[in-house]
């Protein structure tokens, strides 16, 4: 059984670029949430997607956005990137939504953005 | 507001036993889990607690007391590949993970 599949992992761009990154979840799995990690910083949970609508938001600016595709796939973008969007972002899937289940975690996107 | 508390920095010896704390303060709450995440890598879920007591799953034990807000991971017979950061997370709507703790195993 496939993993969760990020991509790109990793990826250079400049102030004022946007971003688009993409997250294929467990097959079966139709829940998919993004993260946010900085060097010495825990996750910082960005949102929540279940059945192709937003069911959480983290508190990030509206640069950050996010979609889900009815085949669970899903898609972040960050627009007029700044300096401290440079992260690792983490998509992860689950089962259900909210569940006490596991999340499964991709490798990440790792951003930098000079 | 919502935070979790764990300790930035744990170390310890090849074969010892070692605990990482972790308090909440949530609006909700659903459970507690635990994720290892190895350099920078995709974390791993280790073990979950909906209820209070302890949950063994191997040499890796967790704790839940809602009554204290408070939990622990226990780690035992410690190998150098444990050597990680171990994330609390609390389920309460969204899961919100601590700022996460560095584990160094030396030998």
């Known amino acids: 059984k496939a993993g969760v599949t990020q991509t790109p992992r990793y990826l250079i761009k400049t102030r004022g670029q946007q971003v688009t990154l993409s997250c294929s979840p467990i097959?079966?799995?139709?829940?998919v949430s993004w993260y946010q990690q900085t060097p010495g910083q825990g996750l910082q949970f960005l949102f929540e997607?279940?059945?192709?609508?937003?069911?959480n938001k983290g508190n990030f600016p509206g640069r950050f956005s996010g979609r889900q595709f009815s085949n669970s796939r899903s898609e972040m973008n960050v627009s007029t990137l700044e300096l401290g969007d440079s992260a690792l972002y983490l998509c992860?899937?689950?089962?259900?939504?909210?569940?006490?289940?596991?999340?499964?975690f991709g490798e990440g996107s790792r951003l930098t953005v000079l | 507001g919502q935070s979790l508390e764990q300790p930035s920095e744990v170390t310890a010896v090849e074969g010892a036993i070692v605990q990482i704390n972790c308090t909440y303060q949530?609006?909700?709450?659903?459970?507690l889990s635990w994720y290892q995440q190895h350099d920078g890598g995709a974390p791993t879920f280790l073990s979950y607690?909906?209820?209070?007591g302890l949950e063994e799953t191997g040499r890796f034990s967790s704790f839940l007391s809602r009554s204290d807000s408070y939990g622990y991971l226990l780690l035992q017979e410690l190998q150098m590949k444990d050597s990680a950061s171990y994330f609390c997370?609390?389920?309460?709507?969204?899961?919100?993970f601590g700022q996460g703790t560095e584990l160094s195993v030396k030998p």
């Open positions: 097959s079966g799995h139709r829940s």
């Open positions: 992860a899937s689950s089962l259900l939504l909210q569940g006490p289940g596991e999340l499964f």
């Open positions: 997607y279940f059945s192709e609508t937003q069911r």
């Open positions: 949530t609006s909700g709450f659903y459970g």
């Open positions: 997370a609390v389920r309460s709507g969204k899961l919100i």
């Open positions: 607690n909906g209820l209070d």
